[in-house]
């Protein structure tokens, strides 16, 4: 009896080193596999080597068009996703129709992107849904700025929408009622109390989506095409450096992680007690 209670017991401390150190091991190998390809990405060239790579014609322009593309795109979603999540989260009884919508919400997340690239053209092109509609009125968005803001829309709207139905569902069904019997419409309470109260899940949310924005590729390829100057976004202009010239490719790279680490440390400051 004594041997059994003696082996039990260096079986329970075996298994407690041998459990953390697996776990330390695991989770080890997946922070090296985030890691080493960001730090090949930031050390593998000297830092005046990757100023140089910043002076390649591709840069500058590809620069400005992302700025003002990813800047209309979360002006869109914005705009229409702010009532369209208020909305929602604030349905009285939520039932079939609020989960297909949520469905419909999320699809962009998991659809690859060169799905949501050719259903963007089948919805918008010449050929698609709207094309003939759009030809008559004299618009043509396939290969253009407007495609781009539309792609980049498309796969970042979910983003910012489920943070703000998040955000809105936290919000205290009372200072709703007390509102509303203060006289105060629905128009009136949306935007004196729904958005005030939930402005810095909203803002977390419109980062998240301009950051998606940004570093939108597959979608934009397929429906707006990779025209220098024209429609060629950061993540394009790396595409197409990398065939030529890694060095610009790597440098543009470095740009693009910057911006989110920066995103990423003001959302984790923002979020701090």
Known sequence: MTRQTEAGRRRIRLTAVAWPAAGGLLAGGLLSLILLPVAGLLFSSSPRQIVRGLGDPLVWPAIRLTVLTSTASLLLVVSTGTPLAWALARRPRPGRALRLAETIIGLPVVLPPAVAGVALLLAFGRR???GPALEVAGIGLPFTKAAVVLAQSFVAAPFYVQAAMAAFRRLDPELVLVARALGAGPPRVFFTVGVPLSWP??????ALCWA???GEFGATLMFAGNLVGRTQTLPLAIYTAL?????TAQSLSVVLVAVSAALLFALRGRARP
Request: hydrophobic share 45%; aromatic share 0%.
């Open 201 to 206: 899940d909203l803002a977390g949310g419109a």
């Open 243 to 247: 065939e030529s010239d890694l060095q």
């Open 212 to 214: 998606r924005a940004l």
């Open 128 to 130: 698609g849904l709207l």
